[in-house]
């Protein structure tokens, strides 16, 4: 099962997202016999690349705010 297609959801995976929809709207008897599982298939791959690279990015910007507060929190702690 997908999350739902949004094209502004997914921009990195448009063009997997029109095949599948296209093989549904052009088979839609074949669909519930696995005529379209290679597109499925391939927008799953997508999905997982684009769900890796957000992690990614969301990882690097989590540690600089780490590092951030980490630095504010020792600018406001007085010296003893």
Do not use: T
Request: glycine letters at 2%; aromatic letters at 4%; a positive charge.
């Amino acid at each position: 099962m997908h999350p739902p297609l949004h094209h502004s959801k997914h921009p990195h995976c448009v063009s997997q997202i029109d095949q599948l929809e296209r093989c549904h709207r052009e088979h839609p008897w074949k669909k519930f016999l696995g005529f379209c599982n290679e597109h499925k298939y391939a927008l799953d791959r997508c999905l997982r690349e684009q769900k890796e690279l957000r992690r990614q990015k969301n990882k690097v910007i989590n540690l600089e705010r780490a590092a951030r507060r980490e630095q504010q929190q020792q600018q406001k702690v007085p010296p003893r």
